[in-house]
């Protein structure tokens, strides 16, 4: 008994030191992000792994000279990708979530096809289709009303108002797998109940299904929030980068004459938008293992 004992304990402290390891590997870019923002940019390169020193340390000027640099002000660059995560995350989560439902309720070949595009699509490399995309984007116009002219008027795709529906399409493949599977856990005679109560197919949605999707809900805003964030190739692509840029793209103009880039300022404004994702899933981890178990396992 003692041994077998002793053979669990050694086996978990064998696996929690690899655990430590790996986790430290994956931490240690960030801390080379966090000291090398700190740096003068001569020693960002010759000194890219040392601690600062009283003759590298550059305070908080890598900070102040990455968001002041250029003449395109980086506080806008942040509203546009703000603006486009929140958009694009709830287009997702509301349409992926009414479409799931529907898919898992409507047992029909149709429905069936649906789901095993949707599916499909998750393992198209974006490399495949971002050049017809991009063309796409800028040929397609949907109609909008302007009020300040009171006409009915159209705009491409390739703003940051507008490109939320593409991301909305690249991000319903994984939503939908998460989702229909956490509907067909749900049972059937709740939402029975409810149209014996005179509850139609929105109000079902909304008063009955929407609040138990809860903790897939989150977990699908939690991964689409880190991904439409980070991403720099589909704004980049879609964008125009003279009127329009999202952080990432912000970043990669950071250049000075002749093509140089001043690497303290770089790692700093790489460091800043981090900061808000890092701070967001510490906050919500709790719920992605919950709600990715309950989408790809159940039903």
Known sequence: MNGSLSAERRRKTILSVVLAFICILYILPVLAVVVNS?????????ETFALP???????WANYIKGV????????????????ITLVSTALILLCTSMAAWYIARVDSKLCRGVYYLCVFSMVVPFQMVMFTLSKTADRVKIPYFNFASGSLEKVALNTPWT???IYLGFGAGLAIFMFVGFVKSIP???EEAAAIDGCGPLRTY?????????????????????????????PY?????????????HIQYLK?????????????????????????????????IKGVAAGAVKG
């Open 163 to 165: 490109i939320p529906i």
């Open 256 to 288: 000075g004459s002749y093509g140089t880039v001043d690497l303290g300022a770089t790692m700093a404004l790489i460091f800043l938008s981090i900061v808000p994702v890092i701070i967001f899933y510490l906050c919500c981890q709790k719920y992605i």
């Open 68 to 83: 002041t640099f250029g003449n395109y002000p980086f506080w806008k660059s942040a509203f546009y990708s703000l603006f």
């Open 206 to 234: 909304f008063s009955v299904v929407f609040p138990m999707l809860r903790p897939t809900m989150i977990s699908v805003g939690i991964l689409e929030i880190m991904w439409v964030w980070n991403d720099y190739l589909l």
């Open 188 to 190: 059937l005679e709740i």
């Open 38 to 46: 700190f740096k003068l940019n001569t020693y960002v390169k010759t």
């Open 237 to 249: 692509l879609v964008l125009d980068s003279t009127k329009y840029k999202t952080i990432p793209i």
């Open 53 to 59: 020193t009283a003759e590298s340390f550059a305070g």
